[in-house]
């Protein structure tokens, strides 16, 4: 108590200091204009309808823990997600989206018809078409067409419900990753994981509901924001683990400092804090002290979560994890892990897919078919262990890139390239979903015989992201969150729900 | 050539129609301004009134144009068109009778200009109806309100239902055809609003097709101009229904394909036109009405919840709306039977019970089994053997249990055999899946999902290109 008091005491002495005759004059001037402008920016606030300042303020629940669960809207199918976001965006010609029709036009010039009026990243002029590198072969009951990129992937084929049309309108990675995350290519929305954190909570209070774990070594080209929280209280954004050595830094107690006196030191702080919000209301001060809260308690259960080294080595074989490297394979066992122990949405991002063929690397017979061989094996096992499980059955596995890429093999410079290539393409590529909720085997909408556009089940980001809302019981369009004087919406004023893939 | 003059005059009704509204009501306000000598406003009345009676003229004759060329049904703009030429016709007779009496203080021209007031705001109003749809100024009004009134008149139909048993029987017009374009084009092809003079309400108005003549094809549902304006791209102005409304979905307008390529009976069923079930299968409702049992339960009191959550379990309702409820130990792992039983208050709210990783045991299965609407349980990681699994045949509504990595033993999972509800089992894991062969899980009333899945190497695994 005493110590709490010198703090208190400390605090006050330093808030004291700050009151000089220069902040008299500042606070006149400055404070009678915000006096003027207060009526106007009514509104502006982010709690809106909540008094800013006063001691009977009502906390509820969620208040004192923004993590706190909701129920959802509706009933919902999944409780929780897994995104696996291939950055760069994989070329879905080689992959699922088989055109027999391009085998038969491979290195001719594409059609004018197509190009007009058109952009691209990276080709100019008149490119040559490119037929698929890769051979393809119908699989498992559904039928689906996997290429023998995806040899392990080809086997599960008809847990998933592909989307074969999905198109975007932001050909560079950074905007169209945004869009793809957070519904707006520009910075400053809150990402699915986000809005999802924020509407239901997480369930198990010693882990964050949203981990972020990336590998491909690079995190993705826009930044973090694809997992910030944007305008959503900052406690909702992605909690990013390290992919390699500890996940979480700084978990172990230092030496000489013993957990209760760890304790009494947080929750001295966050008395301090609290007093602090009571006098200021800002939200941002409760997301300060329960990240402080989830810190400790995250002592306990992280090192145990994320630790694959006590997985059985028949689970490291499925996976074919590689053990202290930074791997896809690891980070999807450990979202195998974290699902398990209740974790509301894993987001994993793989970088290293933008095969545009200008070295050996971005070759599309060459480096591309080695990420696929990263990834292949991993996820088959991913949807198989969370089968075997039974947690397939609540959650929700999501496949994609920012965009496509295109049918035509890419003249950097309108110069022929010595490697086989494909641009970012925005037209049509492909998606795919399983778990909760989705109608397994099934597949929905069609490309063109080049696999240009779509011509049939054409499906925006905007409805993808309808979609993972509804299966996990929102309603898309009621799901808002006031900024700025207005409700914002993930999917803005857009976007249908894909009944066609819903189980 | 000048084909769009008359559209484009009927378009300006709307525009018009407010210069008699001002005309009027300004002869009127001079008419009845209080002063004492009003034969000094007599000539701004005359005024005022002969161009309220051009205009409404103009406005008459606009809005007639209107009607012929949108496509309106008499029934629906009767009202608004009588009382537009009424309120003409008597702003003509109030001019000529001001104009004969040179005065404005008459009982004749009091009660001229008293019915024109009335049939003004009338046309007026409805005329606003006839825009903005008849429930505009009502439907902001409170729900109650609106319900004392009688004022909700919206027409609703529901998506396409088949019943997954009987769906054969079903005819394919009634039962399939109608339902899809009820839901997607009836709100603006019916009896009141007929779009393109096109109503899509029954047999015979499907027969007759509208302004541009039939719209189906018999055989040739590619030709027909149903479905042909369906599948024309989004942005195309003729797409229908327009881009703003809800959309079919694919397998609807497959439905309505083959309806017309069956020959576009209105008598047969779905399985004399030999319709194959995969384009109707996602049609199918099924019996049971749906995953979680329908309950009338009041919500858990505050402060029975607040105790339990405070013991360390995890509760939470189903849905904002729903009063059943998930109970978890997700936050509890020291949870044991007896804190299990402390549920007791809540028994009838558990629809999902998930223990796993607590350290309950076969003792608590008689409890579980007092759970009437539990739908689904879990019980991964815990040292259930199932010693007691017959118990959970009360539950009749468990359609899934998780026992991954328990006990759980193959002679105990028997006993659940022909359990009412069950669907599948998860036991991954278990000394069960150790011992349990397949023929034998082919012989239970439900699925056994026991993993152990691999994906054997393959020799593209190590290769590098």
Redesign the interface.
Known sequence: MKRLENLLTELHRNQLEKQTRRHFLMDCVSKMGGLALAPLLLGCETNSGKPANSQQLQLSARDLNPLS????????KAKSVIYLHMAGSPSQLELFDFKPELVKYNNQPCPESLLEGRKFAFIRGVPNLLGPQSNFAQHGESGAWVS?YL??FS?VVDEVAFLKAVHTDQFNHGPAQLFMQTGSPRLGRPSLGSWVTYGLGT????LPGFVVLTSGGKTPDAGKSVWGSGFLPSVYQGVQCRSKGDPVLYLEDPKGINRDLKQTLISSINEVNKAEFEAFGDPETLARINQYEMAYRMQIEVPEVMNINDEPE?IHE?Y?TKPGEEAFANNCLLARKLVE??VRFVQLYDWGWDSHGTDHDTAI???F??KC?EID?PI??LL??L????LL?DTLVVWGGEFGRTPMQENREGKTQGFKGRDHHVDAFTMWMAGAGIKSGAS?GQTDDFGFSGV??KVSVHDVQATILQVL?FDHEKFTYNFQGRPFRLTDVEG?II??ILA | MLHFIFPLIGRFHPLIVHLPIGFILISLIFMYFPRKDKSIFLPTVKFALLLSTVSAFFACITGIILYNQEGFAFDTVRNHLVLGITTALICLSLYFLIKKKQTTSDPKIHMASGILFLTLTLTGHLGGNLTHGETYLTEVLPEGIQETFGWKIEEQFGPLSLDEEKWQEALFFEEVVQPILNQNCRSCHNEKNRKGDLMLTSKETLLKGGKNGEILSIGKPMESHLIERMLLPLDHEDHMPPKEKR?P???EVELLKAWLLAGASFEETLGQSEVPVALVS?FFVRNET???PEVQLEPIEENILKDLKSKGF?I???????PLVKV?S??FPDCENQDVASLEPIIEYITILDLSHSKVNDDLIPFVGKMENLTLL?L?ETDIQGQNFEILKNNIHLA?I?L?KSQVKKENLLKLNSHPRLQKV?A?DTPLAKEMTNEKINGLSFKV???????PS?P??K???
């Open positions: 669960p909701l129920p959802p809207p509706y009933f919902a023998d040899p392990h086997k369930e198990n209070q010693n028949y499925l074919g122990k209740g017979d060459l480096g078919r080695n061989n094996r088959a096992a198989l262990d089968k075997q499980r039974g059955e929905y049939e089940g019981g249908e009944r066609d | 959309q979905i694919k397998s996602s749906s995953f979680y995890f939470e309702k189903l849905s904002e709306e729903s978890s997700i936050n879990k991964n899934t998780h991954t998860f991954y999902e026991m993993g152990n899945f691999e994906l393959l593209t695994d290769v590098k290109y």
